[in-house]
């Protein structure tokens, strides 16, 4: 039988769990945040070496280049064993997140090639990660909330 009461309030973080999936999709969303977190570090670290104008040797710099990347490439597969193993509710909240930061990008884009056509200064393209990230996790959030 149904009834009309509300459902009560979950924090974010309930919010979260509440939609993380199996143990096993846990477990791999772990796997994907380590290598996130890794390629973070690193892209952090590669930058601020790059552009201190250091003596550098060009195995070095050259190192520096490849481990994100190659770190990031890692993710992109950890993400896809993910995705490929995760149950149909944690995929659907997955994609609606992907959706909305693939759709947040192209209006951020063009919006803002508008706006540097105006007068504005160039886009980074580190604004436009920010705003595809912030947008992934928005419609998980949202997702999650959504499917509760």
Same mark, same amino acid.
């Given at each position: 039988?149904?009834?009309?009461?509300?459902?009560?309030?979950?924090?974010?973080?309930?919010?979260?769990?509440?939609?993380?999936?199996?143990?096993?999709?846990?477990?791999?969303?772990?796997?994907?945040?380590?290598?996130?977190?890794?390629?973070?570090?690193?892209?952090?670290?590669?930058?601020?070496?790059?552009?201190?104008?250091?003596? /550098? &040797?060009?195995?070095?710099?050259?190192?520096? +280049? @490849? #481990?994100?990347?190659?770190?990031?490439?890692? !993710?992109?597969?950890?993400?896809?064993?993910?995705?490929?193993?995760?149950?149909?509710?944690?995929?659907?909240?997955?994609?609606?997140? /992907? &959706?909305?930061?693939?759709?947040?990008?192209? +209006? @951020? #884009?063009?919006?803002?090639?508008?706006?540097? !056509?105006?007068?504005?200064?160039?886009?980074?393209?580190?604004?436009?990660?920010?705003?595809?990230?912030?947008?992934?996790?928005?419609?998980?959030?949202?997702?999650?909330?959504?499917?509760?």
């Amino acid at each position: 039988m149904m009834t009309n009461e509300p459902l009560p309030r979950k924090s974010i973080l309930e919010l979260i769990r509440s939609c993380s999936g199996t143990l096993q999709d846990q477990r791999n969303s772990r796997r994907f945040t380590f290598w996130c977190l890794a390629w973070a570090l690193a892209y952090v670290g590669a930058s601020w070496a790059l552009k201190a104008d250091m003596d /550098l &040797a060009p195995a070095l710099v050259w190192s520096l +280049v @490849f #481990v994100p990347i190659l770190l990031m490439i890692g !993710a992109v597969f950890s993400y896809m064993h993910f995705l490929r193993n995760a149950d149909e509710l944690l995929q659907k909240i997955q994609f609606q997140g /992907l &959706a909305m930061g693939f759709a947040a990008a192209v +209006v @951020f #884009v063009t919006g803002y090639q508008l706006v540097e !056509a105006a007068g504005a200064n160039e886009m980074q393209t580190d604004h436009l990660m920010l705003v595809m990230i912030f947008s992934w996790v928005g419609g998980q959030l949202y997702g999650s909330w959504r499917y509760r």
